[in-house]
């Protein structure tokens, strides 16, 4: 058992305690003969309090689920017959034809790197960037400059991408681009950037980056003001370096919560952020053969022929593979380090 | 927290998802209707926006149609891709706007999401019927009617539109009525060497306006047949070995090489802000004031026309409305009475068209209509959106530059005499098991189509390698099909009745 879990176990049943305790009191008629210490009262406040979520989930991931059946049918909808007759009665069985227009594509082994490459670099430095700045951001000691870099760096995460994609054409545009303007200053010929495919891995990950950082950081950085600062102390005392607090205290505190999210990024490898991939390269030809990821792949094939068998099929197998590699991950770091796992 | 509220909250939880489950389970409701008067559901295309007066706009209208023919409509607007959720997920419409570029005729056609009415408007509204002739042919589908054709420019006119100010006056050049794409060069060199850090043609991400319309496009924009008499089945050809549309991919890129176009042409959305531009392109009708009003452009404009009137089975399909499969009969009559009012009474399409006389239009003395400040501002619609342009009166942009009251007869005099007719019109490809083709083969265009129709990248280079993905990923055996299903379209041509036939074969 971990601790974590340990201490919701005793939690538990404090509470429950508690709750025979105030059951004996209560004398109200007509109130509900419960088994005793079946949930306790705080945990029903609890409940409450997450209610709200559990009916999102319920309304928008539980009850749409049947929805994986287009993936299996050529989807033949009758006008002015109700959506699940239409899927389940009139649409005849396609087996994995479906999947067949994804194997089309010459390209797919060219899509299928393009997203793992970017999504390998967006976990690992998604995780190393805002872990980074966490630690220091809590080294400054001015509330006032402190608050004022996590605004600036939360900021840019709700930009849309569509309001990104301009920013950054704004800085590459071959005429009026500011990046190019710099470059005729010192009389250098400017670069048509929206047909020079070799830059764009990295204006994308830095685009990625800049966008998710900030929002990202949050996370760690309530981790990092979580740990009890004698422990700091301490270290000072004995003479530890900076550098010594943060391999000795800071990392080892920030494990767990840097494994749940590496876990949860790993569950999301097929998939990439429509956004960054389509509207920040403007759609340009030329660059397709770094920015074409999965999801960009099936809106361009989809976009005009509205077939929602082909779209679900591709969900269903990016969710398919994003739940084995879950698994897969999880089980690996439960080996590792059994308290960072996830379940 | 008591017991008694967190049973309540249970409760609403459940009585919320209610809605949820009923509208799963039974889909749309239908609107009842009262006396004898039939309401239909009629969704049309969004252009931009919807308009802000269309309910005292519809009052009006509905009351004139419900003492005219006994039916009112509620008029919808939804965006492409709305209508495209509509029609997979069976919700229930009278009529929906159908074409060959927005919520695709042949494809729902095919499937069978429109009413046949091949009968039932020769039978019911004769007159809608007698109207639309001779056009009906671009709505068959195995010889089978399954829409309305707006009468609108059926066909195309590809034209340039000059700053005449700056060519004529300036320059003292002559911008002749007609010209060949060609034609163009000079007047691009002359603004370039005036100008050198401008770009005197204008050219978005979605190409010169129709510069695809002297093709048949049996899958937009994908695999074509150039218009011909023969059109013999061999004709169908993936659209990089059209050699015409070659040529003019070679043309744009020579343009790009030497500056009449953006540099970042293939990622520009729109030029619509920069009204310097001296050269646009335009499609349209001979006659049309939309494109000339110098009150709008801070200059004169002239239109010069390079090519057509193309008349495809994908320009005849510009706007079609479609009625419901799930209709009965005498909703589908309502529907096509309706149309017929549309097409036949000047007055009442005007109101759809043009909004309300008095506070959104006005009639000048020639019977021509002018827009209004207010309706410009609050009912500003294309007409075809509504109803078929022909049928409405003309739109003049200012007092002073009237329109001809009559211009749509000498438009569809024009495509009579000198209009380029396709061939193939009638023949709609059945995509039925080659979706998964298609869909990758749109993929791929859509890599290079960009860059190729603005001029970005140089045909020569990129085409053998668009041709050589296509044919990985099965361009082949999708012409087969086409080619197998045009020839067998052809033989029925000859040995059956040419058109539409009366059975339902």
């Given at each position: 058992m971990t601790e974590t879990e340990k201490m919701r176990d005793e939690r538990g049943s404090n509470a429950a305690a508690e709750d025979i305790k105030a059951g004996g009191e209560q004398t109200e008629p007509g109130s509900l003969n419960r088994?005793?210490?079946?949930?306790g009262k705080r945990n029903r406040i609890f409940m409450l309090m997450s209610l709200p979520a559990i009916v999102w989930y319920l309304c928008?991931?539980?009850?749409?689920?049947?929805?994986?059946?287009f993936a299996f049918k050529h989807f033949t909808p009758k006008p002015g017959e109700f959506l699940l007759k239409n899927l389940f009665i009139n649409s005849p069985w396609a087996g994995l034809d479906n999947f067949s227009f994804l194997l089309r594509s010459s390209d797919m082994s060219g899509i299928i790197w393009n997203t793992l490459f970017y999504n390998f670099f967006f976990i690992i430095l998604g995780i190393a960037i805002p872990v980074f700045i966490a630690i220091f951001l809590t080294e400054i000691h001015s509330v006032k400059f402190k608050g004022f870099i996590q605004m600036v760096m939360v900021?840019?995460?709700?930009?849309s991408w569509v309001i990104v994609g301009y920013l950054v054409y704004a800085f590459l545009?071959?005429?009026?681009?500011q990046v190019n303007h710099l470059m005729r200053i010192f009389v250098m010929e400017g670069i048509q950037w929206y047909q020079s495919p070799g830059y764009w891995r990295v204006i994308l990950i830095i685009t990625e980056l800049w966008k998710s950082t900030g929002y990202a950081m949050i996370i760690y950085l309530c981790a990092v003001t979580a740990i009890d600062r004698s422990l700091y102390e301490g270290a000072v005392l004995d003479g530890a370096t900076f550098l010594q607090r943060v391999r000795y205290i800071t990392l080892p505190h920030l494990r767990p919560t840097i494994c749940t999210v590496f876990i949860l990024r790993i569950g999301t490898?097929?998939?990439?952020?429509f956004g960054l991939f389509y509207q920040v390269p403007l759609d340009s030809g030329s660059l397709q053969s770094v920015t074409q990821t999965l999801d960009v792949y099936v809106y361009k094939a989809l976009m005009q022929q509205a077939n929602f068998s082909f779209s679900a099929a591709t969900s269903f197998l990016q969710s398919i593979v994003g739940f084995v590699l879950l698994m897969v991950t999880n089980r690996i770091i439960k080996a590792i380090d059994s308290e960072s796992s996830l379940f | 927290m008591s017991e008694r509220l967190f049973k309540k909250t249970g409760m609403r939880f459940l009585m919320a998802l209610i809605p949820v489950f009923s509208v799963l389970f039974t889909g749309c409701g239908k609107k009842e209707e009262a006396d004898g008067v039939i309401n239909l559901r009629f969704v049309t295309y969004q252009a931009v926006d919807v308009p802000l007066d269309i309910k005292e706009v519809m009052e009006k209208a509905n009351a004139i149609s419900q003492e005219k023919i006994g039916v009112t409509v509620d008029l919808e607007f939804q965006p492409g891709d709305k209508i495209n959720l509509m029609m997979a997920s069976g919700e229930y419409y009278d009529m929906v706007y159908t074409s060959s570029w927005i919520n695709n005729y042949d494809k729902n056609a095919s499937a069978g999401l429109?009413?046949?009415i091949t009968d039932l408007v020769k039978e019911k509204t004769p007159e809608l019927y007698e109207y639309v002739d001779p056009y009906w042919d671009c709505a068959a589908v195995n010889g089978r009617i399954y829409g309305v054709p707006l009468l609108k420019d059926m066909g195309a006119e590809e034209m340039f539109r000059l700053n005449a100010d700056y060519?004529?006056?300036?320059?003292?050049?002559v911008i002749p009525e007609r010209m060949t794409i060609r034609d163009i060069e000079p007047f691009l060199e002359v603004y370039k060497k005036d100008?050198?850090?401008?770009?005197p043609l204008e050219m978005t991400?979605?190409?010169?306006?129709?510069?695809?319309?002297?093709l048949e496009r049996i899958v937009n924009p994908i695999v074509v047949v150039p218009f011909?008499?023969?059109?013999?089945?061999?004709?169908?050809?993936p659209f990089y070995e059209c050699e015409e549309l070659v040529e003019k991919f070679r043309l744009f890129h020579k343009w790009y090489k030497a500056g009449?176009?953006?540099?970042?042409a293939a990622t520009i959305?729109?030029?619509?802000?920069?009204?310097?531009?001296?050269v646009r392109f335009g499609v349209a009708w001979k006659g049309y004031q939309g494109y000339s009003n110098p009150e709008e452009w801070g200059f004169n404009v002239k239109i010069s026309t390079f090519e057509g009137p193309f008349l495809s089975r994908s320009s005849g399909q510009g706007a079609m409305f479609g009625v419901s499969a799930a209709c009965d009969e005498k909703h589908a009559e309502a529907c096509l009475k309706y149309m017929e009012l549309l097409s036949t009474d000047k007055k009442f399409r005007d109101i759809l068209a043009?909004?309300?006389?008095g506070k959104h239009f006005e009639y000048l003395e020639n019977g021509t209509v002018l827009r209004t400040p207010a309706g410009r501002d609050r009912y500003y619609l294309m007409l075809y959106q509504t109803g078929p342009s022909a049928a409405a009166s003309v739109e003049s942009v200012s007092r002073s530059f009237l329109a001809d009251p009559d211009q749509w007869k000498g438009v569809f005099e024009e495509y009579e005499t000198e209009g380029i007719h396709?061939?193939?019109?009638?023949f709609s490809y059945d995509q039925t098991g080659k979706e998964d083709i298609i869909a990758a083969l749109q993929a791929i265009y859509s890599d290079y189509g960009a860059e190729l129709r603005t001029g970005t990248s140089d045909p020569d280079v990129v085409l053998p390698e668009i041709k050589r993905r296509m044919e990985a990923a099965g361009m082949d055996e999708l012409l087969q099909d086409i080619r197998s299903q045009l020839s067998e379209w052809n033989r029925s041509k000859e040995t059956g009745e040419k058109g539409i036939s009366n059975d339902g074969n």
């Open positions: 088994p005793s210490g079946y949930t928008f991931c539980y009850l749409p689920m049947f929805g994986i059946l900021l840019p995460y709700f930009l545009a071959t005429n009026e681009g490898i097929l998939n990439s952020d | 429109y009413y046949d060519f004529e006056g300036e320059k003292g050049m100008f050198p850090d401008k770009f991400k979605s190409g010169p306006g129709g510069y695809l319309n002297f011909g008499d023969g059109q013999e089945a061999e004709e169908v050809v009449y176009i953006h540099p970042d959305e729109s030029t619509a802000s920069d009204k310097s531009i001296p043009y909004g309300i006389e396709s061939a193939l019109n009638g």
